[in-house]
């Protein structure tokens, strides 16, 4: 079995394309994203009195004047995460005097864009044999979830266990500890390890079992991000940010106590790496969606002598 792992795409139009290629590129017969599939951002697009639109992207104004124009920068906006969407001024000004309206336009986006994911899915996977996992994790919508059930090719191991084949199986948690942020599935960490637990009981063998916990075991050194001040702001040394371990104690000991045959993480873009926890492999494949940079890891596995191979990929 080979397995192609990433995950925080964040709506990357770009990394999507690339991941449902992956099977096929790298010879896998599975693929998997573990979480974090959707953006963060709308980006509108506003018609101006001279005939032309302009939306700030990145930091600069970004105008369009034809049609290809347009299409070109709204595939462009798509390809770092984001959501873009046509307006005039008096809309945008109408958006601007009520923050519910802002996430409300913004919910509706990010479903369109998952369900139009998923019917690209669909229709390139279907009939190939690969099997292709999706979940949510802390920042997606709990709606993703039944989006992602809709589908006729996806697997969703959110919170369960699913048989892979030759006795392996996938168990998922795209639930995380907390963040500074008030992401949808946010939990102490007391209430993780117990979900975490509820799903472990349905292993039939944790040394044949991957654990795809989204959020990295603590202190592994796959959990390393910026320290941040109390406006958010990144601390910084005469060296760079100030960087320390973020990563989840339930993961840890959930690592700990089972000792699954492997750990696949995301969460922490910064911290890409494969690294040992008392003695089971734990990896975390990084994350460059911003850029349509799609790091992933690629893994081997024996049918009877179990993980042969895990390498970090990027494409």
Known sequence: MRIYFCSDIHASRKCWKKFLAAAKFYQA?????????TGKFIVPIVRQPRGY????????????????E??????????????????????????????????????????????????????????????????????DFLEVD?????????????????????????????????????????????Q????????????????????NLHVPPLGTGLDLAPRLNDNLEMVMTAAGPEMIPVGSTATRDAILKYQPMLGLHGHIHESKGVKKL??????????EYGEGILDGLLIDIHPKKGLRGIQLVTG
């Not at 017969?29 to 599939?37: E, F, S």
């Not at 700030?56 to 290809?68: H, S, Y």
């Not at 008392?278 to 994350?287: C, E, K, L, Q």
């Open 53 to 68: 639109s302009a939306a700030q992207f990145l930091g600069v104004e970004r105008r369009a004047e034809t049609p290809g």
């Open 192 to 211: 993780l390890a117990a979900r975490i637990d509820e799903a472990a009981a349905k292993v039939k063998d944790p040394a044949k079992a991957i654990f």
């Open 29 to 37: 017969d599975t693929i998997i994203v573990g979480g974090d599939i």
């Open 278 to 287: 008392g003695g089971v492999t734990v990896a975390n494949p990084g994350s």
């Open 146 to 190: 039944d989006a992602l059930a809709s589908s006729a090719v996806i697997e969703d191991p959110n919170g369960t266990v699913i048989d892979l084949g030759d006795g392996y199986e996938i168990l998922g948690m795209g639930y995380g500890n907390p963040t500074p942020w008030p992401c949808p599935r946010d939990i102490p960490e007391d």
């Open 70 to 139: 347009m299409a070109r920068l709204k595939t462009r906006i798509a390809d770092a995460g984001q959501y873009s969407i046509e307006m005039d001024a008096d809309e945008q000004a109408w958006y601007a005097q009520d923050q519910a309206r802002v996430d409300e336009l913004f919910h509706k986006l990010v479903l369109e864009r998952v369900t139009e994911w998923l019917a690209e899915a669909d229709d390139k996977l279907a009939g190939t044999g690969v099997r292709c996992f999706v979940s949510g994790a802390n920042d």
